[in-house]
């Protein structure tokens, strides 16, 4: 598989993003997304900026809302729809593209063996997406931190790219959980309905997620799970750093990730566009890994709960204080 014809399955923040630069690279893509977001992108093309200076015009786009007419003769599937979605297109890519390759680019742990399950013959593969893709309208995206795609090792076409890189690891479950407890910061942001490096300035708001990732390391711990680096810092690092006073976070969290202004959760923007949540497929994957170990996690619990209000609510990131959470 040298030039990979490959379909984007998820024409979101990060399908997007991911399908146009490597669009802009000169591969094969087709994007299979809701009807808004496919007639935007075929018509207007991708407008892709970043944290430090991109801006590409990407023209050419091609895409669809039906399966078949998006899916069927690629090569490379690249699976960037939410963790709720996973076995409904699992099903679509078992009927329309069974021999293609599929990639992960999901949040959460278990989506690459949920795939596997509904395509027992195809060639699944995790992989991690380190960075934070801001929708700025249709069409319009904006990668707002750093970080390179890490990916399963194993034979797959060489995706790297001018702005993209590709990266093929051994410990991508490690990988996975160390993401997850990054993540847990995504229904932080969505509840504080507030752009996250101002959210980082907050001490208050910092030790909300220092405490729900000690929690959550607790489990880890219990569960045998060791989760690996995904930042400069190791994982049971990050919440001492989160709990410094703020002139002294600033400057440690500097050599950790680069993060612009712009930066906010995919939560937030869910909640934002009353769409479900993927909080069963972070905190919820640390509850449900306390609750087979007989353990507790009441602040990830509290989290889960305030972020399902707010799906059942309808109205929006409730805009909540760090004391809010605690109370």
Not at 36 to 45: E, F, M, R, S
Not at 157 to 175: K, R, T, Y
Request: with cysteine; glycine share 8%.
């Amino acid at each position: 598989m040298n030039i990979p014809r490959i379909a984007v399955a998820g024409a979101g923040s990060i399908g997007c993003f991911v399908g146009g630069l490597l669009r802009d690279a000169g591969f094969d893509v087709r994007f299979l997304g809701r009807a808004g977001v496919i007639n935007a992108v075929t018509q207007d093309g991708l407008r892709l900026t970043d944290f430090d200076g991109l801006s590409l015009e990407v023209g050419g786009i091609t895409g669809s809302d039906d399966p078949e007419t998006a899916l069927a003769g690629a090569d490379l599937l690249l699976v960037c729809v939410k963790s709720g979605d996973t076995e409904a297109m699992g099903r679509l890519i078992a009927t329309h593209a069974p021999d293609a390759q599929v990639i992960s680019l999901q949040n959460g742990v278990d989506n690459a063996a949920r795939l596997r399950a509904v395509l027992p013959r195809a060639d699944v593969r995790a992989a991690m997406v380190p960075f934070n893709v801001v929708s700025r309208g249709l069409g319009q995206y904006h990668r707002a931190t750093s970080g390179d795609i890490l990916v399963e090792a194993g034979p797959m076409p060489d995706l790297s790219c001018a702005h993209l890189i590709w990266q093929a690891v051994d410990n991508i479950e490690s990988i996975q959980w160390g993401k997850l407890l990054i993540n847990l910061g995504n229904a932080v942001n969505a509840l504080a309905d507030m752009p996250l490096l101002e959210q980082l300035q907050d001490r208050a708001w910092r030790r909300v997620l220092a405490d729900q990732m000690t929690e959550a390391l607790r489990i880890l711990r219990v569960a045998g799970i060791t989760p690996a680096k995904t930042t400069a810092a190791p994982p049971h690092i990050i919440p001492h750093v989160l709990r410094l006073p703020t002139p002294l976070f600033r400057v440690v969290a500097a050599s950790m990730l680069t993060i612009d202004a712009h930066a906010r959760s995919s939560m937030w923007d869910d909640l934002k566009q009353g769409r479900k949540t993927e909080i069963d497929a972070l905190q919820g994957a640390i509850l449900d890994l306390a609750e087979r170990h007989g353990r507790q996690a009441p602040l990830n619990a509290r989290m889960r709960a305030l972020v399902r209000a707010a799906e059942d609510a309808d109205a929006g990131p409730p805009g909540l204080t760090a004391s809010d959470i605690r109370a």
